[in-house]
């Protein structure tokens, strides 16, 4: 498919990331420069119930405060309980009785020293957004049923074995980037990246720009998190460049290694409450972290992301410690640290979705709010977990990978994106079994939406063109005559439905 373009190809209904902004309540004295370097947009107050208007006012944004030791003392009460502010930065020497307030950050001379907090909280939201889904046990079931999973633990795996299928170009590309500069219109920092990517992505590695201080990694990680299909696409070339080069590090590097090799890993994030709980009862079962996924070598790297504000934050601080075993093939994973933007000690980067057999939890020796979770890279021959990606792989079974993926929509119930993909799909097609393919398809979606009169239309097209090349008994021409009798019956037209049904057997 290659007529994609920002105009015809909206799949997407949220804002592709949230906006940054900084609030600075105080007497304004030094330049915001260097600040909007950081985060999209800076305001400046002197008045305390306007600024909290203005910051109440961005329900989606992430948000940031700069204060003086006088206002904190005024917002210490009341902060914790405003959402959207993530941290408050004061500009003074150490505050005292703050403890309790885990937003507070005090003891900054300088916008120097945070803007550098500020960047670190930025990464620290991006590393704790990576998202992870688990099996859930059915109940009176034996410890061999434990696997059994939600069909959406193997989205993203199905997902991505799509996009290798695909062939992306540079017409993708550059329509990505049309994109970009209309959805970050007014915002210089971002569109200063966007000229960058433009100018040099072929020059550098995709880990490279995976790792640097752009929008790329926090857009791919945000739409992989919600399953935004739409932006996910947009991005497939990103997607298949970047799993193509860890997976060529991966063969480079560790093609040779055997079990006696295993490795550790460690990775430290926060999770919700909600999530902690569900991996706490899945012990010994399966954790596939969706997104591209880094780790460290060095336990006390790791540690940084969560040890700090251990005892100040409602997540849950987790420290994964995982057992790599370098003769797995199933998950492809390199050592990135000569090749990231950001030189970080003995980095490993895995693909997207990887899967991980759940071990030992247990609070970490010297904090009692960290705690620490073996995991273990599982391989190929995961019985369970061969015979659901086989499940999906039938689910979304298709003639080309651009068809696959609107199935895929279909499965996750994003109709009305699956609708503009296929009417894309249909003003390239040329084949008269394609475009029977897609009626077909378009009358499901809207079959699904409860529109059975359109649904009706779109399955009598895809019959017209499948009775001039298929036989009466084609299982492509009988699924067409099951659908539509199926939409025929729910607008109670019962005798046309059976007409429909008889052509069946």
């Given at each position: 498919?290659?007529?994609q ?17 900084l ?9 915001i ?44 009460p ?31 001379a300088d ?12 990464k ?25 999973l ?14 290798l ?9 550059n329509?990505?980037l ?66 193509q ?10 093609n ?49 992301f ?41 980095e ?8 991980f ?25 995961d ?34 994106e ?6 894309l ?11 029977a393919?897609i ?6 979606i ?9 649904a ?8 017209e ?30 005798s ?5 049904y008889?052509?069946?057997?």
């Amino acid at each position: 498919m290659t007529a994609q373009n920002s105009e015809s190809y909206r799949l997407h209904s949220r804002r592709i990331i949230p906006n940054t902004y900084l609030v600075w309540l105080d007497d304004y004295h030094g330049s915001i420069a260097q600040l909007q370097q950081v985060v999209d947009t800076v305001e400046t107050f002197v008045n305390i119930d306007e600024c909290l208007d203005f910051i109440t006012d961005q329900p989606d944004d992430i948000g940031f405060m700069i204060t003086s030791k006088r206002y904190a003392q005024q917002l210490l009460p009341i902060i914790n309980d405003v959402p959207q502010i993530k941290s408050v930065y004061i500009l003074s020497s150490s505050m005292t009785g703050t403890q309790q307030y885990f937003k507070i950050n005090d003891g900054f001379a300088d916008i120097k020293s945070i803007c550098e907090a500020l960047k670190q909280a930025l990464k620290d939201d991006d590393q704790n957004a990576v998202s992870i889904s688990f099996p859930k046990p059915i109940r009176g079931t034996s410890d061999t049923k434990k696997d059994t999973l939600h069909c959406s633990f193997m989205y993203t795996q199905i997902l991505k074995e799509i996009l290798l299928t695909i062939d992306f170009n540079s017409k993708h590309f550059n329509d990505f980037l049309t994109f970009c500069r209309c959805e970050f219109a007014g915002n210089d920092r971002h569109l200063r990246n966007i000229d960058k990517i433009q100018n040099e992505y072929y020059n550098r590695t995709p880990i490279w720009w995976y790792t640097y201080e752009s929008f790329l990694y926090s857009m791919i990680n945000t739409a992989l998190r919600h399953m935004d299909i739409g932006i996910i696409v947009k991005m497939g070339f990103f997607v298949r460049d970047l799993h193509q080069h860890i997976a060529v590090l991966h063969a480079e590097q560790f093609n040779e290694l055997t079990t006696s090799d295993t490795f550790t890993v460690y990775r430290g994030q926060y999770l919700s409450e909600e999530d902690f709980i569900q991996m706490k009862v899945n012990t010994n079962g399966l954790l596939a972290f969706n997104n591209f996924l880094s780790a460290s070598k060095k336990r006390n790297v790791s540690l940084r992301f969560i040890r700090p504000k251990a005892d100040k934050t409602d997540s849950i601080p987790v420290l994964f410690v995982m057992r790599i075993d370098p003769s797995i093939k199933r998950t492809s994973f390199a050592n990135v640290t000569n090749i990231s933007a950001n030189k970080h000690e003995e980095e490993i980067l895995f693909s997207m979705h990887s899967v991980f057999r759940i071990g030992l939890t247990k609070k970490l020796d010297d904090n009692d709010r960290i705690w620490e979770v073996e995991l273990m890279l599982t391989s190929e021959n995961d019985l369970e977990l061969h015979a659901l990606a086989e499940n999906m792989r039938e689910k979304t079974r298709a003639p080309t990978g651009w068809h696959r993926l609107g199935q895929l929509m279909i499965v996750l119930k994003k109709h009305d994106e699956a609708k503009q993909l296929y009417e894309l799909l249909m003003r390239e097609a040329n084949e008269q079994t394609e475009k029977a393919y897609i009626w077909h398809s378009l009358g499901y979606i809207f079959y699904g939406q409860g529109n059975y009169e359109e649904a009706v239309k779109y399955y009598q097209k895809s019959i017209e063109i499948r009775r001039e090349y298929f036989s009466a008994d084609h299982l492509d021409l009988t699924t067409s005559y099951n659908g539509l009798g199926k939409a025929l019956e729910y607008m109670g037209k019962y005798s046309e439905a059976l007409d429909y049904y008889k052509k069946i057997t």
